[in-house]
């Protein structure tokens, strides 16, 4: 037992690795592919991608939707965990980045499970409440621009069945949301959205170490 957080480490992260289910050879090949590019910095990392497909799989997850696909390994390790009939509905502006994911996508097989919003993600999200598609989905990833967290959360709450998940991801920000001296946009932002969901009563939620700081936060 231990009343702290263990530091991880290289030698952690090797074994963590060495202990989760296998990638898929189309998902590690993204991600190898991925990791040479300048902004590889905003992909998720093996270990969370393994546990979204976890949770996937636990939440009994058919309707999802994510915001922020950048090149698309977070998109593919939920539709690769989603049912046959399972669909991810995911939202994206740059069709530079969502070109790699949509060859990655076809590759695996699964590009039939992924409907890929190439706008912004508000616009996407308002259409299926319009839609009356409020309650009917299982599971959210948030994982885009930081300063409009907080109306992604709001909408994906309102899309979200009861007992469904919404993830929010980088709510850790690489340390700076407990730094006092970073008040940038994008800090300042993940800072009020941590604090609205920790007295959040329409939601379960906990905040996790994992990968860059990870919320999961359940509709009650």
Known sequence: MSSSTIVVNDNIV????????????????????TATMPAAVMQIS??????????????????????GTFTGYSALCVAEALP????????????????IAQDYWRRAGVESKIDLQLRPAIETLDELLANNRASTFDFAFIDADKPNYDGYYERCLQLLRVGG??????????????NELSQDSSTRAI??????????????????????????????
């Open 191 to 220: 800072r009020q959205l941590n604090d609205k969901i920790k007295s959040d009563d329409r939601v379960s939620a906990v905040m996790l170490p994992v990968g860059d700081g990870l919320t999961l936060a359940t509709k009650l």
């Open 14 to 33: 090797a074994y963590l690795l060495d202990h989760i289910r296998a990638e898929s050879h189309t998902a590690r090949a993204l991600r190898e592919a």
């Open 46 to 67: 093996p270990l969370q991608g393994a546990f979204m497909a976890w949770m996937v799989h636990q939440f009994n997850v058919r309707n999802a939707i994510e915001v």
């Open 84 to 99: 046959a009939e399972g669909k991810l509905i995911a939202c994206d502006v740059s069709e530079e980045w969502t070109d």
């Open 165 to 178: 998940v919404v993830a929010v991801d980088n709510v850790l920000w690489s340390g700076q949301v407990a």
